[in-house]
């Protein structure tokens, strides 16, 4: 992990961490190229997590933008997802 990204997740764990008490409920949102692999791997990654998954493909069909609702931990476990997810080609974390 690059120092640019390091101190992006180090601020987020800041942000969370001000702003929640754990554990607590996070809106994960992402937009992926519309593949349904790619779609397929982030729903997966929140398995058995009592997430609610909302899936809206764009006007053109794309990309597809994915949201997450799901109780969370703590903001280390928020940080772990993100950094999970992001080995996904084309993913961005809103």
Wanted: proline share 2%.
């Amino acid at each position: 992990m690059d120092k640019k990204t390091e101190e992006f997740y180090d601020r987020l764990k800041e942000e969370l961490e001000k702003s929640n008490s754990w554990p607590a409920l996070y809106l994960f949102k992402f937009i992926v190229p519309t593949d349904t692999d790619k779609i397929e791997k982030i729903e997966k990654a929140f398995d058995c997590l009592g997430a609610v998954i909302k899936t809206t493909q764009s006007k053109t069909g794309k990309y597809t933008s994915i949201s997450v609702d799901v109780q969370m931990k703590s903001s280390q476990d928020i940080i772990d997802k993100y950094i999970e997810l992001s080995v996904i080609e084309g993913i961005v974390s809103l």
